[in-house]
């Protein structure tokens, strides 16, 4: 995707930091909602060298805090101030060219990423996070960035953007790709205790370099998805995006055991298709069950054969791959003919059978994200709310109503984009009526760009 200076579409940087103490609500905010959304998403600090070699994923961090506490809700915003940002901030311009390749006369810029995709809380630790870097460790208070994050022992190396939390044992468990060097085949696998301390880090090698840019982690097992998404060095050294699709090197499903790490590791095949995003895996006796937005081929990406994907080809739909022992194949069942993206749950369920999910998927013949999808998969149910004409929302993050409530009761809350008025809302939906509409808007003067991942921080 070319840089694009026009707000109109949303995807356009803003260009300042605010501190919006006392926000109006449309509604009411439950007084039991206590704590902070934080959001990231790209934001790039000025318009870059080429914009036709722009892509979407390289602009700088920015992250988004709404804090809401007796029935009251505050914003604040900031950059994090990567090596990159502090360098072109001091330089006043953009030093990368398109997917994070510095211009000849800046190759010294400290490699240590953008921090634009995902921000999570870990052992008392706010990281906002991007796969292809160590994370970046934030104020949760002010938001001030406190730098790379170096835990209790040495790991360089790529740190994924969608780490897992064992709900049960605390554990995050993370991994890396391109992980021998860049554009490699190499990938990592490790652990974090409750505490924050390392207790695994193991290398292995992929079948080739591919994006993975989501893994899927149950009680037992770890699953890297390896699909045909492929880097190769040879296209970075020619100016080239590194990354295109090549279905015809099919895809390829890791599985490794968590108590026995990378010694364990054995692959699936699997027909070419796409996933950025996992909502859950399980097991069901020696089964195991993964719920992924899958994609006939990604959007944002070219083909290595010149052809331009269709439509249809990058709309991502809800499928549950189902991985039988004794074999290294796997059957797909599609769950949600909607069009979608940005799949999440009752984080409490991570890596166990759950029974409710949520995805923003859209009714618009051009794919914009408008419709909050509420699956009830015991019942076979779904409940929707769609936004008006021009509007769209973002990922959908589950707050439970309390820490003993049942899975899935509880609110959704997303921001919601206003293309009419050029301004942003974070709603709040409850998930005994996700129809009925928001229970609560609270509504900002200005807007918050498109952007990816989130997450609650509870007071």
Known sequence: ????????????????????????????????????????????????????????????????????????????????????????????????????????????IPRTGVANTNIV??????????????????????????????????????????????PVT????FFGYSASGPLSA?????TLDRAGRVTRHEAF????????????????????????????????????????????LGGHIGVIRRDQGVASLRWFRAEACYVYHILNAWEDGERILVDVMQYDAPPLFGRIDGRESTHEETSARLVRWTLE?????????VLDDMAGEFPRLD????????????????????????????????????????LPDGDALSEAVFVPRGPDAP????????VAWRGNEQRSDLLVLDTQGVDKGPVAAVQLPDRVPFGFHGNWVGA
């Open 347 to 386: 984080d409490r369920r991570a890596g166990l059978a759950n029974r409710f999910g949520t995805f923003a998927g859209s009714t618009r013949p051009d794919r914009e994200l408008n419709t909050a999808v509420w699956h009830d998969f015991s019942k076979g149910q779904r409940d929707i709310f769609t």
């Open 170 to 173: 605390g554990e995050l468990i």
């Open 186 to 190: 190499g990938m990592t696998y490790g």
């Open 121 to 166: 809380w870990h052992a008392g630790r706010l990281m906002a996070l991007e796969e292809a870097h160590q994370p970046f460790g934030m104020n949760p208070r002010t938001l001030a960035t406190e730098g790379v994050v170096h835990f209790d022992r040495p790991m360089e190396g790529p740190f994924t953007a969608h780490p897992k939390i064992d």
């Open 325 to 333: 022992p004794g074999t290294d194949a796997f059957r797909r069942t």
């Open 1 to 108: 995707m070319p840089y694009d200076a026009d707000p109109s579409d949303n995807y356009a940087p803003i260009h300042s930091e605010q501190d919006l103490p006392n926000l109006p609500v449309i509604g009411e905010l439950p007084k039991a909602l206590a704590g902070t959304l934080f959001r990231n998403g790209p934001n790039p600090q000025f318009a870059p060298i080429d914009p036709a070699q722009h892509h979407w994923f390289s602009g700088d961090g920015m992250i988004h805090g709404f804090t809401l506490e007796n029935g009251r809700a505050a914003y604040r915003n900031r950059w994090v101030r990567t090596d990159k940002w502090q360098a072109e901030h001091a330089a006043g311009k953009s030093l990368l060219i398109g997917f994070g390749r510095p211009s000849p006369e800046h190759v010294d």
């Open 205 to 248: 090698d992929a079948p080739y370099c591919s994006m993975v840019h989501d893994f899927a982690v149950t009680d037992r097992h770890v699953l890297f998805p390896v699909l045909p998404l492929v880097g190769r060095m040879e296209r970075a050294m020619a100016g080239q995006m590194p990354y295109m699709w090549e279905p015809d």
């Open 407 to 414: 899975e899935g009761d509880g609110w959704l809350l997303t």
